[in-house]
């Protein structure tokens, strides 16, 4: 079957088993709602049972402690009592006074609940990640099309098996409270329930690491984080020690380029390719062994912000990935990605032609070695608890299932031991894997005892092989029961042990200049336009000067456009400048993609004609899209709901911008209320609207109007270039809107000379 067919069928398949929960709404919902029902005006105070999970909402799979079913329902787990208890399940009547001796008194200690409650409180927090501490997560669900059983014998891969899977997107430099859309690398981190135990894909949105070897990794996150003395700058890499390590260790320019690009700033996690990272060696059922890397590719296609755009969401929004994530799955866009392999022969050298496989900053180009789909993951609930999900999911990339193992790539083997050591602080000892969130979809028999939060209660005297007591339990797998892991078989050179690295791993610039290359002029434009800005905020001249020589051993263009903008002069190469073939795959420009989730803001006039407008925001819905009303105040307007307002609204919210109408200046805009106002006199169109208009112009944004919403357009000054549409009816105008937006921006509209 063709692999889009088949990717498409799978979706369809997975979203109509879900679409079942919808199907009894009058329309689509638009999303943001915080409970599952409105609130009352008054406080309640009648006893009734706790309200259920949102329909968006899902949680971990009912399992034991060993990985048992459990019968039940989803929220099992949940609090269901109607009063207030203590800890231990005695009913509280007041939980609003501490007890004291009379009115005025002194607290007394003997108030156990009071100490209950602050001791709890006081240790709410758990230490958050080193790096990848910012995330959001998402259930969702893996199936296999069995294309991979030529190479791979993991169950979960095969035709038609289908996995409970939990997805964790993140930021890496920042901490938990810093901003979603700095320019920074993703994680993106996939937790398989597979049958055969969990296996976890733990990668990143850029195919390539900073370093080669994890005794770095230290070194690495130490100079991008906020500098020690100063606490700042937060989650950027916009600073001098960050600058100051990755220009005198040069194996980190390639990843150094990826972030500059726009792969530093997505768009949305939705739009956001995942990669390995690493190479691993996979086994079929013959015994015969291959290399691979695993590619995740987004069914929406790979789309950023611009840099303006992400400067004004880190401040207007600064939640807008994990926003963007949890309304998508609410309003039944259901996020999507097909997973892939590229798979290369397990040589003796582990390399593939002049690209040595265990080399982390290197990738192998895509029109050398073809992606090839093996399954579709869907996303298709969002946690009921950030904490006890998002939080306290334990990734490892040493969570492997039979043919599956690692290589000896020297990252990956320090990622080995990190992982486990991480968890044993984060997550207070070794049964990290017991927490709901972690627990296999499979028995679990490992004969670990006690340890801090021990929620087993094992049976049996004898923890230990080989026993009698215990009847011999539990026994070996042996080779030949299916799906039992075993490390691969591969060989191991006699060597001497030395602190070194192969001749192979020398070459740092070849792939940097390829990448760059393979950019369309508009993303080279935004390249420069990141290397000025991040190096602009470095105080130390030399780091600049030295980081400018790596430019110019990567391009001298680049190098001269950004030496400019640094008022310095640009030095000439130090190494051999080598053309590789550009690889397309590695641009964002040029295809055509879905619609899924797109978010269409529709600015409405109460005065004006509104007649298209119930056909216009049908249409979208019934597109996948979801459309934001945007009117000069909260309510209704026309009888339709407002779910923006001109004073609340941004254009780096919507994907798109449609103009229902001109409306003139609101009754708040006025510039001591609303500084977005600006200091205009005398118009005939609200001022934020034009604002929102011109934003969404620069933004290269595909914009639509028809009826009085040509006059919007003419006041913000941007008619008659590419991406404008205009019409008659919103239905005509919408069509030729979405004809537009399969591409996402509008490049031409400032094309390169």
């Known amino acids: 079957m063709d692999p889009k067919q ?52 899902g949680a971990p799979e009912l399992r034991t402690a060993t990985g048992a079913e459990v019968d039940g329902k989803p929220d099992a787990r949940a609090q269901h009592e109607t009063y207030l208890t203590t800890s231990t399940g005695a009913r509280i009547r007041d939980t609003d006074h501490s007890l004291k001796a009379g009115e005025r008194g002194p607290t007394l200690l003997q108030d156990h609940h009071l100490r209950e409650k602050i001791t709890h409180f006081d240790h709410e927090r758990i230490p958050e990640r080193v790096v990848h501490a910012r995330g959001a997560g998402a259930h969702g669900v893996f199936v296999g099309y069995g294309t991979a059983d030529s190479v791979c014998r993991a169950g979960f891969l095969r035709e038609g098996v289908e996995t409970p899977t939990f997805v964790r997107f993140s930021t890496v430099l920042g901490s938990r409270g810093s901003a979603d859309t700095v320019r920074d690398t993703r994680g993106f981190a996939t937790k398989f329930y597979t049958a055969e135990g969990n296996f976890d894909l733990v990668g990143n949105n850029i195919p390539v690491f900073f370093i080669q070897d994890g005794i770095k990794f230290p070194d690495v996150i130490h100079a991008g984080k906020p500098h020690p003395d100063r606490e700042i700058p937060q989650a950027q890499s916009a600073h001098d020690t960050f600058w100051d390590f990755v220009s005198l260790h040069t194996e980190a320019q390639h990843h150094t380029m990826w972030n500059m690009s726009d792969r530093g700033i997505p768009r949305s996690y939705r739009t956001m390719e995942g990669f390995g990272v690493h190479t691993f060696r996979v086994e079929n059922d013959e015994g015969a062994t291959s290399l691979v890397k695993f590619h995740w590719k987004p069914r929406l296609g790979v789309h950023s912000l611009t840099w303006e755009e992400a400067q004004l969401l880190g401040g207007v929004d600064p939640d807008f990935h994990r926003r963007d994530l949890y309304d998508a ?35 192998v180009p895509e029109e050398l070695a073809p992606v090839q789909p093996v399954g579709l993951m869907v996303l298709t609930a969002n946690p009921t608890n950030f904490f006890a999900e998002t939080e306290q999911v334990a990734f490892h990339v040493g969570h492997l299932v039979a043919g599956i193992d690692a290589t000896d790539d020297p990252l990956l083997q320090a990622r080995l ?53 215990d009847g011999g339990c539990p026994f070996h797998a042996g080779a030949d029961l299916e799906g039992s892991f075993e490390h691969l078989p591969a060989r191991v050179a006699e060597a001497t042990k030395v ?56 391009d001298p263009r680049l190098c001269s456009e950004v030496a400019t903008a640094l008022g310095l002069p640009a030095p000439s190469p130090t190494v051999p400048l080598v053309d590789l ?51 000069p105040h909260g309510g209704e307007v026309g009888g339709f709901p407002v779910q923006r307002t001109f004073a609340t609204a941004r254009s780096v919210e919507f994907d798109v911008v449609l103009v229902a109408g001109s409306p003139v200046p609101a009754p708040d805009a006025i510039p001591a209320r609303d500084a977005k106002v600006g200091a205009a006199d005398t118009v005939t169109v609200d001022p934020r609207v034009v604002l929102l208009l011109e934003e969404a112009y620069r933004h290269c944004k595909v914009i639509g109007a028809w009826g009085e919403g040509v006059t919007a357009l003419e006041a913000a000054g941007i008619t008659g270039t590419p991406g404008i549409v205009r019409g008659d009816t919103g239905a005509d105008v919408l069509a030729r809107v979405q004809e537009q937006m399969a591409f996402h921006r509008v490049w031409e509209r400032f094309a390169q000379s």
Not at 37 to 54: D, H
Not at 454 to 469: D, I, R
Not at 510 to 527: A, G, K, N, Y
Request: contains cysteine; aromatic residues 8%; proline residues 12%.
């Open 499 to 554: 602190r070194a690295q192969p001749a192979s791993y020398d070459d740092h610039y070849s792939q940097v200049r390829q990448f760059w290359l393979s950019m369309s002029p508009v993303e080279q434009e935004h390249i420069i336009r990141a290397y000025a800005f991040e190096l602009g905020k470095c105080y130390e001249q030399t780091i600049k000067e030295r980081q400018l020589q790596c430019l110019a051993n990567i």
């Open 417 to 469: 031991f990190s992982y486990v050591d991480t968890q044993l602080s984060r997550l207070g000892g070794p049964n990290y894997n017991q927490i709901p969130v972690n627990r296999p979809h499979t028995e679990v028999n490992d004969m670990f005892r006690d340890g801090f939060h021990q929620h087993a209660v094992h049976a049996g005297v004898a923890p230990y092989k080989p026993n009698s007591l």
């Open 329 to 363: 799955i609410e309003s039944g866009a259901y996020p999507a990605y097909e997973l892939g392999l590229q798979v290369f022969p397990d040589n003796p050298e582990q390399v593939f032609g002049d690209v040595d496989l265990l080399d982390p900053t290197k990738i």
């Open 581 to 631: 073939e550009p690889s397309p795959a590695l641009s964002q420009v040029g295809e055509a993609w879905p619609p899924d989730g797109r978010m269409v803001g529709i600015v409405i006039d109460p005065d004006g004609d509104l007649a298209d407008l119930a056909a216009v925001r049908t249409a979208i819905f019934g597109a996948g899209m979801v459309p934001l009303l945007i009117g």
């Open 6 to 57: 088949l990717a498409k069928d799978t979706f369809e398949k997975v979203v109509g088993r879900i679409a079942e929960k919808a199907a009894g709404m009058a329309e689509p919902p638009v999303p943001g709602a915080p409970g599952v029902e409105p609130p009352q005006l008054e406080e309640p105070t009648e006893p009734r049972e706790p309200l259920p999970p949102k329909p968006d909402q």
